[in-house]
């Protein structure tokens, strides 16, 4: 039994706790809820189904019998109506609820008077449903009844026995699908050639999800190795702004950007974006190196991945990558799955929405999963603020900026930003932030310039990048320094036979 009124549920542990009468008048005073139900008597067994099936299809939930439906006010019901109510409580769940549901009931007494109290768990079989095949739901205080396909799959996925990611792609074969990214993963995760198996490729990646029995590629298979996902995924993108201000409102940004592609490729290209817009500060570096990122990068990897893991298939959205002048926000398609809470997470409480999503995730990137990504991010200290938003059905996380600086303040502690560039102590703040934020995009442009024409052909010159990107050869090699700098690029050989590389860092 699980009594909603004070009770926890951490994982499959359920504390069991009986209600007091003090208990009762509280939640009688606050009135009905998602989980609790006022009845004053029992009526039919078709009605009571309906609301049996809606606890069950939510989060579970109580039933207080003797309580006056739209005041709260305390009637209490008589010894025989308590064992009438008792007995058909126990008739319904059996007869007229499919698959069949378990309830608990106990009697309190306050004022001198009785009260039954029903307790229904939240369903673990997804979805019940009445005689009549009708399926109901929890909508505040009331109920509804679903006929949208979605949201019946939703039930199904939250009691495992559906899961999006292993959907199939019509139309799609193996030819759909990057040799280079799987080659890397078989290297990376076995250490060996996918060749030195001896095994046909189809029959290795339909073991690993990738390809399904069919020949076609599932979707979780396509997200993080498809030559071209995002013609088949349309909807899951990143959309990453950063603002001049601290509302979604404001007309100027600083950057705006639509990132697609596999899923690893759009967590590497968040952390890029992300990287180029906010501030590093030099805290006791040496002069001519990089500053440290304002908000801690394991706090942001971690979050970003958890947004790419934890995605609603089911509701296909673009993940929202938002900076502002006071924070970042990360909104995800899709609130906390399997009932979780958000003081769950914060103890590592985990359910994972897309098993086979974490599995690649933890082989391809640095995710580690199993609930414990919250608690570094906990760890780093940075203020973080987690909002599950059932009702917009999205999971937004918000970090606060702890940098914010006046134009002269952050003239004086952050100018090594833009290193090499023309001494700034000249300059006014004003003006600095304003030629700090036109460098940003012209560098992130020049960036995706570089790496597409060092992709192709790694001997380039810096000559060719200018001419390729319209800018001076000294400009270009202000680009190229400050990508050597963050990690995104290195150079092996020398000067006139060497060759660019793009590292594995947040390229």
């Known amino acids: 039994m699980r009594i909603l009124i004070k009770g926890h549920q951490y994982e499959d542990e359920i504390y069991e706790l009986s209600m007091t009468d003090k208990e009762l008048k509280e939640v009688c005073l606050c ?11 029992f009526t039919t067994q078709k009605e009571m189904a309906k609301e049996m ?3 069950a299809n939510t989060h579970g939930g109580t039933i207080l019998f003797g309580v006056e439906d739209k005041t709260g006010s305390l009637i209490g019901i008589t010894y025989e109506q308590l064992q009438y109510t008792s007995r058909e409580l126990g008739n319904t769940a059996q007869e007229h609820v499919r698959p069949t549901i378990y309830i608990e009931t106990e009697v309190v007494k306050a004022d001198e008077k009785h009260f039954l109290v029903c307790s229904i768990a939240e369903g673990r079989n997804k979805p019940y449903k009445n005689l009549q095949g009708e399926i109901w739901v929890k909508q505040g205080a009331d109920k509804r009844r679903i006929t949208e396909n979605a949201e019946i799959l939703a039930l199904f996925q939250s009691s495992g026995m559906y899961r999006p990611e292993e959907d199939t792609i019509k139309g799609t074969s193996m030819a759909d699908l990057e040799m280079v990214y ?3 993963y078989f290297k990376t995760v076995y250490n060996r050639n996918m060749e030195d198996f001896g095994q046909p490729v189809e029959s290795m990646l339909r073991s690993l999800g990738i390809l399904a029995a069919n020949g076609n590629v599932t979707r979780a298979g396509m997200m993080f190795f498809g030559k071209n996902p995002a013609e088949h995924e349309r909807s899951f993108m990143v959309k990453a702004v950063a603002f001049d201000g601290t509302t979604i409102g404001d007309t100027s940004y600083i950057d705006s950007r639509d990132i697609s592609g596999t899923i690893p490729w759009m967590f590497r290209e968040s952390m890029t974006f992300l990287k180029s817009v906010l501030r590093h500060q030099q805290q006791g570096q040496n002069f001519n190196k990089v500053g440290i990122l304002e908000i801690s990068e394991v706090v942001l990897e971690e979050l970003l991945q958890n947004a790419f893991v934890h995605i609603d298939l089911l509701h296909a959205a673009a993940i929202r990558l938002l900076v502002f002048t006071d924070r970042v926000e990360i909104i ?7 009932g979780l809470q958000v003081e769950d997470i914060k103890l590592g409480v985990s359910r994972q929405r897309n098993p086979l999503m974490a599995t690649l995730a933890s082989k391809t990137m640095i995710y580690r999963g199993l609930g414990s990504g919250i608690i570094r991010v906990m760890k780093e200290g940075v203020k973080v603020e987690f909002v599950n938003e059932e009702s917009a059905n999205q999971f937004k996380t918000i970090i606060w900026r702890t940098t914010q600086k006046s134009g002269k303040k952050f003239l004086k502690e952050g100018k090594e930003f833009l290193k090499g560039n023309e001494s700034t102590t000249q300059k006014s703040g004003k003006k600095f932030l304003k030629e700090d934020k036109e460098f940003r995009k012209e560098f992130l442009k020049a960036k995706e310039i570089i790496h597409s024409m060092i992709l192709a052909k790694p001997e380039t010159t810096t000559g060719d990048m200018a001419t390729k990107i319209g800018v001076s050869d000294r400009q270009v090699r202000k680009y190229i320094k400050k990508l050597i700098d963050l990690g995104f690029l290195k150079r092996e050989g020398g000067r006139k036979h060497g060759h660019w590389i793009v590292t594995d860092k947040d390229c």
């Open 31 to 41: 009135g009905e809820t998602t989980r609790v139900q006022f009845k004053r008597e």
């Open 53 to 55: 099936i809606a606890f």
């Open 332 to 338: 995800n398609p899709g609130c906390l799955f399997g």
């Open 182 to 184: 799987l080659k890397d």
